[in-house]
């Protein structure tokens, strides 16, 4: 796993997150039919909200962002992505372990929404999350304060 750590996110951090949402996105996207070069980024844009975010670092360079936006029922976890040259190294799982942890203290559900047939449902799984909701593109998930 080696030397990585999480901080807040800034303002000046929405151009980094925006590409690596595009690179991380798009076979799915693709798969999907959905992927639009320009679309994918904007929406990043759009819904980027610093007070809720963090990046996450690896060996002090930027290696992903992960959200936690409260809402009136639950916190939902939003814009989740690593570099993928570091995906299953457990750095998600050990980012994604200390938000839960946080919101089982606070005794806060989670949801989420993960693009259908995506690699990324089998890791909330491990981490008990469950589908409640689909359409056509997303699996909507939820986890119960632990």
């Known amino acids: 796993m080696g030397d990585w750590g999480i901080r807040p996110a800034s303002a000046s951090d929405v151009e980094a997150v925006a590409e690596l949402r595009a690179e991380v996105l798009r076979a799915d996207l ?3 039919g959905r992927y639009d070069e ?3 980024r904007q929406r990043l844009r ?3 909200d610093p007070a809720h975010t963090w990046v996450i670092e690896a060996g002090g360079a930027f290696a992903g962002c992960v959200a936690l936006r409260p809402a009136e029922d639950a916190h939902w976890l939003e814009h989740f992505y690593l570099a993928p ?3 299953g190294s457990g750095i998600g ?7 839960l942890e946080r919101c089982d203290r606070r005794g806060v559900q989670v949801r989420l929404n993960v693009l259908r047939g995506s690699a990324a449902r089998r890791l909330y799984e491990r981490h008990g999350f469950s589908v409640e909701a689909e359409d056509a593109v997303d699996e909507f998930m939820v986890r119960k304060a632990g």
Do not use: H, I, P
Request: charged share 25%; glycine share 10%.
């Open 93 to 99: 799982s050990a980012v994604l372990r200390q938000l």
């Open 30 to 32: 693709e798969r999907l």
């Open 46 to 48: 759009d819904g980027f």
């Open 38 to 40: 320009q679309r994918v």
């Open 85 to 87: 040259g570091l995906q």
